[in-house]
């Protein structure tokens, strides 16, 4: 529950449940809140940064180009989640674009104060490698299907989504209406492979479009006989 000294909630988040009452206080020293609308860019790669982000509400993805101008999806990002970190912590500018891919809500944290918390508190270092490790292996797991056929590609990019819009991290759960070319990306196949893998999975149930526009797996035995559900 949010309280004056913590309007965000950030003790209910795990990177920052550990955090004692005064470093939550300190990251959010003189902090903003923003609103974005589906594909408006937060950071762009190669630019610096002074500031930490905190996604409230909606998904995003973090993407980089190929040396060919393919676009790479590297992860997405959900409520909850931080980004920007890398660049506070090396000051170094930054490595991917970060892009909404709904509408989206999020509060900006000053760089300064990220890293006197770090310096200050434990807790905080100790729970952003935690964060980095997880995300690590989440990018292994994806490139490791990277050559499976469509449908388990499909059916990985599909959860992952779903995922990363619930709370609880439930492969169930709505994903948000998205152009057909971010399925197509994200599971690393052409559009026209991506249309007709989506459009079998519809057919036989597994996938069924939400009165939003959105997609909802229904049946979640073809992921767990290819691995993709623990």
């Known amino acids: 529950m949010a309280t004056p000294s913590d309007p965000w909630g ?7 449940s550990d955090l004692q009452d005064g470093s939550r206080q300190a990251l959010l020293e003189r902090h903003l809140v923003a609103r974005f609308e589906p594909e408006q860019t937060l950071v762009m790669e ?16 973090v993407r980089s180009f190929s040396n060919d101008g393919q676009e790479v999806i ?19 500018p930054r490595s991917a674009d970060v892009v909404a891919l709904t509408a989206l809500e999020l509060v900006k944290l000053r760089a300064a104060a990220f890293r006197g918390v770090i310096l200050q508190d434990a807790a905080l270092a100790l729970a952003l490698a935690r964060l980095e490790a997880s995300r690590l292996r989440d990018l292994n797991r994806r490139f490791a299907i990277q050559t499976s056929d469509a ?7 599909l959860s992952y989504l779903a995922t990363k819009a619930s709370a609880d ?11 057909q ?7 690393g196949l052409a559009r026209e492979t ?14 069924v479009e939400t009165p939003s526009g ?15 559900l623990t």
Not at 214 to 228: K, S, V
């Open 46 to 61: 190669q630019d610096w940064g002074e500031s930490v982000f905190l996604l409230l509400k909606g998904i995003a993805k």
């Open 74 to 92: 590297l992860c997405v990002l959900g409520g909850g989640e931080l980004f920007g970190e890398m660049a506070a912590l090396d000051q170094q």
């Open 151 to 157: 449908t388990t590609r499909m059916l990985a990019a």
């Open 194 to 207: 991506a249309s007709r893998t989506l459009s079998k999975l519809r057919q036989r149930g597994t996938v």
């Open 181 to 187: 070319k971010e399925l197509a990306i994200l599971s």
């Open 10 to 16: 950030l003790h209910a988040l795990p990177l920052f």
């Open 169 to 179: 991290h439930n492969p169930e759960t709505e994903i948000p209406p998205l152009p």
């Open 214 to 228: 959105g997609l909802r797996l229904t049946d979640l035995q073809p992921l767990r006989r290819r691995a993709l």
